[in-house]
C-alpha cells in the first residue's frame, strides 16, 4: 500500500509542475482553444450598473470588469446546452460584465474528463470536483489560486469564512491557512434523510408510531403477525445502514464513519469497536432472526426495495424524505390510499444527523491572468443577489413571487413538478458547483406537508446530533488515512454482515473482532484524528 501511495504522489507532482507552467502563461488561451480578456474579441464594452439595481451584492462593485471577458467555468451536469441563451449565462454578462462559458460533462463521465483536463495541464478559470488534498498539492506550485490571499477583494467571502465563520479556513485549508476550495453556504435542509413508515398500515392495524426502539421492536412484529410473508422493515442502502443508524446509538458521523467524535470525553473513536456498536448490531440480529428484517437488506436493489415498499411486502424503511410524496405519487392510481411518513429516530439517543452548514464541494479557480475576476465571480454567486440569480431566477423574467413567499413561474405552469433539474434544464440555475449560497425562499426548499412534518417532528424535539468537528489534516496523515482506513471500514463491515447474519456470532467473535482491529490499525487511524483535534482545538 506504501509503495501504491508513493507512486500516485509521484504522479500527482507532475501534473502539479505542468500546471504550475501552464497556468503561468498569463492564461490567455481557456481549454477551448478561444482567447479571453481581449476587447477585440466582444462586441461591446459593459456599462456601467446602479449599485442597487440587482440587489444586495454584499458590498461587491458591480460590474465586475469593465470590458467583456469570457470565463470558463467545468461542472458536472446532465442539462442540454447550458450557453444557448440561457437566463443565467445572459443575466451574469449583464450584472457582471463576464460571459460565463459552462463546460458540463454527465456526472457520471465528469470525473474522469477532469483527470484528462488537469493531466493537460490546460485549466479552466473556475473548476469544481478535485479532492481537497489534491487542490492543496496542487495550490501550493500555484496550479490553483489561494483564495485568502484576495480576502479584501472578496466582502461576502470574507463576511462569511473569515468574520463569522473562521473555522472554515482552519478545517479546509492547508497547514499555512491558505484556502484553495471556495465553499457553499448553507445549502443543506435542516431534515433530508430518517426512518419512513406505512402510515396507511399502521392505522389500519391499529399501531402507533414508535417513540422508542422498543416500540419500534414491537411495531415491526405486529406488522410481522398481521402480514406473515412480509419482512416489514426494508432497505436499499447496503452497507449504509450502519452508518445510517448510527447517529441513534450516538456512533455517527456523515463523512467520516466508522470514525466519529465522542462530544463527552473530546475524543475520536472508532465505532465499530464501541460497545454501543455491539448493541447496535444485536438489535439488528434480532430483527433478522425474527424475520422482522429483509434478507437481503445488505443487498437489495433499488428497483427491488421500490417494489417491497409500494406493496404489502415492506412497510418500513430508512431514506430521504423525497420518497415520502414520490412513492405515493408512483402508487396512487393503484393504491389511492398509500402514505408514507416520516418517522421517530431509533436508537438510545432518539436523534438523526446534523446536516453541515458548510460545504466543500472543491470548487477551485486556475491562477492566471483571470484568477481576480473568477474570484469576484464567485464572490457575487455568494452575495444575496446572485443566490437569488442562481436559486430562483430574476423577478418579473422568469418568475414572481406567490402569496406563500416562494417563486412561482409562468413559462412552467403546465409542468406538473418544478423542481431543481426543471430549473437547470430551462434556466442554466441550480448547476452543481455553481450555486454557492442557495436562497431558502427556492423551490428546493418548498416543503410539501409530509416533508414539513418531518422538519417539525425533528426540529420540534430537538433531535438532531451535535456536528462533529472538520479537521484538517497533514501530508504524512493523509497518507496514513489513505493506507488504512478504506480497508479498516471494509473489514468493518465485513464483520457487521457476519455477526448478523451467522447465528454462531456472538460474544467470542465480538471480542476477537476488537482484537484484530486494533492490530490492522484502528488505533492508529484514531491517533490520527486526535492529534488532528489537538491541534483543531489549540486554534480556536
Not at 165 to 175: E, R
Request: some cysteine; hydrophobic content about 35%.
Amino acid at each position: 500500500m506504501k509503495k501504491k501511495w508513493l507512486t500516485v504522489m509521484l504522479a500527482l507532482t507532475m501534473i502539479i509542475v505542468s500546471l504550475a507552467a501552464c497556468s503561468g502563461n498569463g492564461g490567455e488561451k481557456n481549454n477551448e482553444g478561444s482567447t479571453t480578456n481581449s476587447p477585440s474579441n466582444n462586441p461591446s464594452t459593459t456599462p456601467a450598473a446602479d449599485p442597487q439595481q440587482y440587489g444586495d451584492t454584499g458590498g461587491l462593485t458591480l460590474p465586475i470588469v469593465k470590458e467583456p471577458t469570457t470565463i470558463t467555468y467545468m461542472l458536472p451536469s446532465n442539462a442540454a446546452n447550458l450557453n444557448d441563451n440561457k437566463l443565467v449565462v445572459n443575466e451574469i454578462l449583464k450584472r457582471t460584465g463576464i460571459k460565463v462559458e459552462f463546460q458540463t460533462y454527465s456526472p457520471q463521465t465528469y470525473q474522469d474528463k477532469l483527470k484528462v483536463v488537469v493531466a493537460s495541464g490546460k485549466l479552466p478559470d473556475i473548476f469544481t470536483g478535485l479532492k481537497s488534498a489534491e487542490l492543496k498539492k496542487i495550490g501550493q506550485q500555484k496550479g490553483v489560486a489561494a483564495i485568502t490571499d484576495y480576502v479584501d477583494a472578496l466582502p461576502n467571502f470574507k463576511k462569511l469564512y473569515v468574520e463569522e465563520n473562521p473555522w472554515v479556513i482552519k478545517s479546509y485549508g492547508d497547514q499555512n491557512g491558505n484556502l484553495y476550495t471556495w465553499p457553499i453556504f448553507n445549502l443543506n435542509r435542516d431534515v433530508n434523510h430518517g426512518f419512513l413508515y406505512r402510515k396507511d398500515i399502521f392505522d389500519k392495524l391499529g399501531i402507533q408510531e414508535w417513540t422508542n426502539t422498543e416500540e419500534f421492536y414491537q411495531a415491526l412484529k405486529k406488522l410481522k403477525e398481521a402480514y406473515p410473508d412480509s419482512y416489514p422493515y426494508a432497505s436499499k442502502g447496503l452497507a449504509n445502514i450502519f452508518r445510517d443508524w448510527s447517529f441513534g446509538w450516538r456512533l455517527g458521523n456523515t463523512d467520516n464513519y466508522p470514525a466519529y467524535y465522542d462530544e463527552k470525553d473530546g475524543l475520536w473513536k472508532f465505532a465499530s469497536v464501541q460497545p454501543a456498536h455491539k448493541e447496535m448490531l444485536d438489535f439488528m440480529k434480532k430483527l433478522y432472526n425474527e424475520g422482522l428484517i429483509d434478507p437481503e437488506f445488505l443487498t437489495d436493489t433499488q428497483d427491488s426495495w421500490t417494489t417491497k415498499m409500494t406493496t404489502d411486502k415492506s412497510f418500513v424503511t430508512w431514506d430521504w424524505i423525497g420518497r415520502l410524496d414520490l412513492f405515493y405519487n408512483q402508487i396512487k392510481s393503484q393504491n389511492p390510499e398509500y402514505d408514507l411518513r416520516y418517522g421517530n429516530p431509533v436508537g438510545p439517543t432518539g436523534n438523526v444527523r446534523s446536516l453541515p452548514e458548510v460545504s466543500d464541494f472543491s470548487i477551485a479557480v486556475a491562477n492566471n491572468k483571470n484568477t481576480e475576476i473568477s474570484l469576484k465571480l464567485l464572490d457575487y454567486l455568494t452575495s444575496p443577489s446572485g443566490s437569488e440569480l442562481m436559486t430562483i431566477g430574476v423577478e418579473g423574467v422568469n418568475f414572481e413571487w406567490g402569496p406563500d413567499g416562494f417563486p412561482i413561474y409562468p413559462e412552467l405552469a403546465d409542468l406538473p413538478l418544478v423542481d431543481i433539474g426543471v430549473l437547470e434544464d430551462r434556466y442554466s440555475m441550480w448547476l452543481e458547483g455553481a450555486y454557492l449560497r442557495p436562497d431558502r425562499r427556492s423551490v428546493y426548499y418548498k416543503f410539501s406537508e409530509k416533508e414539513q412534518e418531518a422538519q417539525d417532528k425533528i426540529l420540534n424535539g430537538d433531535k438532531r446530533e451535535a456536528r462533529d468537528p472538520i479537521l484538517n489534516f497533514t501530508d504524512e496523515e493523509i497518507s496514513i488515512l489513505s493506507e488504512l482506513q478504506t480497508s479498516l471500514q471494509k473489514a468493518a463491515e465485513e464483520f457487521n454482515a457476519k455477526y448478523i447474519l451467522d447465528k454462531n456470532y456472538g460474544e467470542k467473535q465480538w471480542t476477537d473482532w476488537v482484537g484484530n482491529a486494533a492490530k490492522n490499525g484502528a488505533e492508529q487511524v484514531i491517533k490520527v484524528y486526535n492529534d488532528a483535534q489537538k491541534r483543531f482545538d489549540e486554534k480556536k
